[in-house]
């Protein structure tokens, strides 16, 4: 596997400080694994919240730090009495008393974790990433509350005014399924079945009066539970002790009190009528009922009579039975005729739904095919080949109609030939005489139509090979909607690709740059090195001293002319980019008129069409 030129570039870091005058001062930092990766998952950590700014490239850690920690407070909805203004590349000043406000605001808030500033100016972020992470958390939360209150107040307002479908429905079904509870209640109300006696209602005990009107209304439950003990360790010995012998005899006892509550109870309700009622009921009836007795009599005496003739009428019974069986198993023979007719009526329609399925697939296919012909023959390049495929299509189906006629009347010929010499043998005659001159001269135009037909074939065949080349060359040029699809892909291609160097140019670029950063660099190290070693040496005499000054006026003379030409080389590539930039201004200028004149272009083609389509319009109507 191919490895990168730039596997190799070590990355520098280097930070900013400040000296007592107030000059900054670069230094070397060494790199914290640690760190870097909690800075990742921090940055990760604001990107999933919604600060979108933390992916800028150009940001400093502090700022996307500081700027999600005060995105977040801000977010979090709480009254924190802090200024939280935060701005970008901030002096030494203002980020102080950023990072103090920020601290002072945890707490308020109510944040578990503890900060201080220095650690957020040292971007410290092992301990930095459990408070964002507290505060994301804390955002999160807030901007959920506040959607919901903003959904409950949107559907409030909603109600007071608009209605739902599903209310609209709701109000619509509330009288039907209002009153057909009400039926339901009225219908499966508890209705009284017994009633018990007074002095069981006048009972001092609650609880047999609760027990004798649940089993008024036929509701029955069973015993009765003991209150529990204070002492569940007192209940767990006596259980253990006693054993289920306690159990079944309350079990017992309670069946025996409800039995005794049932003796002493009467049925009521629709079904039950007292014994007044029933004596009153005999002494209105008593003529209906010595009528009744005297009727059965007389049934009695004709059943007895009828008694003999029991035998005819067993069979009749047996003849009847017969005739019913013949029907019966004459019924069943149809109907598994007609059911063997149903299956194979029912095989025959399978079989023609089928052969309707496959002209209906291809009918498809030939509309289809119809419809790409279609498309070729809108296509103006194509209009030349068509006209000569037609001709050729034209000059073949006449040739076919003449080959079908040809043969249609030599079988007339043969068959009225065939007719006459059966007609010849029939009447006796067994041979004719034919002139011999007349049968040469059949057999030479036979020969002649068959060298004819033979000819015709072999043309029909060459533009036939002929049509079946030019419909591959047809079908080998590309549509338009292909052309637009190559065409698309060309150009994503071309965008990949163009990303592509793009990026490897800047890989370049950054390469070159730290490469002089390096020479640069060793250079410096060279030439200090040079200065600490010639330093003494120099100093031991005047004349070595004004020698090494000499020298030192040298170097800075040389460092001051390298300094000028990179500045010179800056300059120019500023006014290429600027130029550039005015080249790419005017071509975007350009392409907005382009784009704009196409625009203009086909609304006066459309225009263009509607008057011509208003023209023809009108002279059809002249016509």
Not at 39 to 58: D, M, N, P, S
Not at 490 to 496: A, K, N
């Amino acid at each position: 596997m191919a490895t990168s030129v730039f596997s190799k570039v070590k990355r520098q870091v280097k930070a900013k400080a400040y000296d007592a005058d107030g000059n900054e001062v670069d230094f070397d930092v060494r790199e914290d694994e640690e760190q870097n990766v909690k800075l990742g998952e921090t940055v990760e950590l604001l990107l999933a919240a919604g600060y979108f700014r933390a992916r800028i490239k150009g940001l400093t850690p502090f700022d996307k730090v500081v700027g999600g920690m005060t995105w977040c407070i801000t977010a979090s909805n709480e009254e924190v009495d802090v200024d939280l203004l935060f701005q970008e590349n901030s002096t030494i000043k203002q980020k102080i008393a950023l990072t103090e406000k920020l601290v002072a605001a945890l707490p308020r808030l109510g944040c578990p974790h503890r900060l201080e500033p220095h650690q957020i100016q040292g971007l410290d972020f092992v301990h930095i990433y459990p408070v964002v992470q507290w505060l994301v958390k804390k955002a999160i939360e807030t901007r959920e509350e506040r959607s919901n209150q903003i959904r409950a107040r949107a559907v409030l307002v909603f109600g007071k005014k608009h209605q739902s479908p599903e209310d609209a429905q709701f109000e619509a079904l509330k009288p039907v399924s209002t009153a057909t509870v009400a039926s339901v209640r009225d219908t499966y109300k508890p209705k009284r079945q017994f009633r018990a006696p007074d002095k069981v209602r006048r009972s001092a005990q609650e609880e047999t009066r609760v027990h004798s009107t649940l089993l008024e209304y036929g509701r029955r439950y069973g015993m009765s539970r003991a209150p529990k003990e204070e002492n569940s360790k007192k209940a767990a010995v006596s259980k253990s002790l006693e054993g289920g012998a306690e159990e079944e005899d309350l079990v017992a006892m309670e069946e025996q009190r409800v039995k005794q509550l049932m003796s002493q109870m009467s049925e009521t309700g629709e079904g039950s009528v007292s014994r007044a009622a029933i004596g009153s009921i005999v002494g209105l009836q008593s003529a209906a009922i010595a009528q009744l007795s005297e009727e059965y009599a007389a049934q009695q005496a004709s059943m007895a009579a009828d008694e003999s003739g029991r035998v005819g009428g067993l069979a009749a019974h047996k003849r009847a039975m017969a005739s019913l069986q013949k029907q019966i198993e004459q019924a069943r023979k149809k109907s598994e005729a007609l059911t063997a007719e149903h299956e194979s009526l029912s095989q025959q329609f399978a079989e023609a739904q089928e052969e309707l399925n496959k002209a209906l697939t291809y009918s498809r296919r030939i509309d289809k095919e119809m419809a790409k012909l279609d498309a070729l023959e809108g296509d103006e390049s194509n209009q030349v080949v068509l006209a000569k495929l037609r001709g050729l299509v034209a000059l073949n189906e006449s040739l076919k109609q003449q080959e079908a006629k040809f043969k249609a009347t030599c079988k007339s010929e043969m068959t009225s030939y065939q007719e006459r010499i059966a007609k010849l043998k029939g009447e006796g005659i067994e041979e004719l005489d034919v002139d011999d001159e007349r049968r040469q001269a059949i057999q030479q135009q036979f020969a002649a139509d068959q060298k004819k037909l033979q000819k015709i074939r072999l043309h029909a065949a060459r533009r036939n090979r002929e049509i079946a080349a030019i419909q591959r060359k047809v079908d080998e040029i590309p549509s338009r909607a292909e052309l637009t699809q190559y065409q698309r892909r060309f150009v994503e291609l071309y965008q990949q690709i163009a990303a592509k160097l793009r990026e490897t140019k800047q890989y370049y670029t950054l390469y070159n740059t730290l490469d002089d950063t390096q020479l640069y660099m060793n250079k410096e190290i060279g030439l200090l090195n040079s200065i600490h070693d010639n330093f003494e040496k120099a100093m031991a005499s005047n004349a070595g001293k004004a020698q090494f000054l000499q020298q030192f006026e040298g170097i800075v003379a040389g460092i001051t002319k390298n300094k000028l030409k990179v500045d010179e080389r800056l300059a120019r590539e500023k006014t290429r980019r600027d130029e550039l930039s005015d080249a790419y201004l005017d071509l975007i200028d350009k392409e907005r008129q382009y784009y704009k004149t196409v625009k203009d272009y086909e609304a006066e083609c459309s225009k263009n069409e509607v008057l011509l389509a208003k023209l023809k319009r009108k002279a059809s109507l002249t016509a």
